[in-house]
Every structure is written in structure tokens, then in C-alpha cells.
């Protein structure tokens, strides 16, 4: 069985174990580099970039898992975890750091604050309808020609990238987690 990680220091890990487990693949929490050792493909959760950065800087995750991403391991950020993926985070704290790893700037909070959280259907390429849950949603601004856009939404300011993918990385500025559909996480899982 494929083992999977979900990173587990801060933000809606819950949700995504129980997507992954509903998949049939073996989940790993990885709070330290020897978890993340024995995982195929990581998920970086939703929650606070910031606070996640931190976390990954004091339980000595970060430059493994940098090394990791660098070597091809497949991984999928949401919301939160896009941030951490991306190139360029606009309205990011002035120390804040982000992995490179998808060619795209990316706005915190670009749809508003949490009061503005709010969901909609989204047209995902090769899947057709799926519910976005969008809270405190990153906003995708610019892609690089080698990202490839799988849905985009129009918040009424034109459309803009929800779900990207760069090789074997995968970001979304929504929470496919938190629609109770494991379609998301499958084509994921079918890419690698
Ligand atoms: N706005 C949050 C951040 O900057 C992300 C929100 C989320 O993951 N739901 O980290």
C-alpha cells in the first residue's frame, strides 16, 4: 500500500487523514524528519503559513523536506499549504519564507478575511463539478507558463488559478478536504 504523509504540525490535518484513509493508502502524521522519511507524497494542510514555517524550522523539517521536494517527492499544499509552496508570497509577514517549489505569486488572504470565507462550485480539469471551500483563501495572482491550471474561479474580479500543478506539485487555494469528496486527493494521487 502507498504510504502518505500528511504534514501534522499545525492546521486541518484531521481532515485530510481522513480523506487519504477513505482512498486506501497507509497515512503517516510527519511531525519530524523520520517520519517524512518513509512517506511517497506529503499533503501540506490548510492552516497558518506562518505558524506552520515556524513549526517546520523547530522540529528540524524544513531542510529535509526542502531536499525531499528538490528530489521529486510528490506534494499537494492547500491553502495554507500553497503558500509554502509557491515562489512569491505577496502580503506575507516581512520574514516570511515559502519552499519555490510552484512557479506563482501567490496573495494572503486575497479574498478577504475570514469574514469573507465562502464557497462555490469549480469546474476541475479531468473531473468535472467539485464543491470549493474557500477561508481565508490565498489568491493566486500570476502563474509561470510551466504551472498547469486544473481549475480557475472568478471572485467577480476575473478568473484567477484555484488548483495548479507543476510536476509532481500540486497547490490549491481552496480546501478539497472539507467538501467530503476524495476526487481531489485521488487525482493527485493518480498523477504520481
Ligand atoms: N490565510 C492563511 C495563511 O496565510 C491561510 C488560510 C487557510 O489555510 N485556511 O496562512
Redesign the pocket.
Known sequence: MRRVGVLSLQ?DVGEHVAILESLDVDVVKVRTPEHLESVEALIVP?????T?AHLLLTSGLKDELGARIKDGLPVFG????L?LLSTEVLDGRSDQWSYAALALSVR??GYGRQIASFESPLHVKGLGEVAGVF????KIEHVDESVEVLASYDHGDGAHPVLVRQGLVWGASF?PELAHDARVHGLFLDSI
Not at 46 to 50: H, I, K, L, P, R
Not at 78 to 81: D, K, L, M, S
Open positions: 492546521g490548510g492552516g497558518e503559513s506562518t506552520i492547500t491553502c495554507a499549504g503558500i494572503r488572504n477561508i481565508r483563501a490565498p480546501h
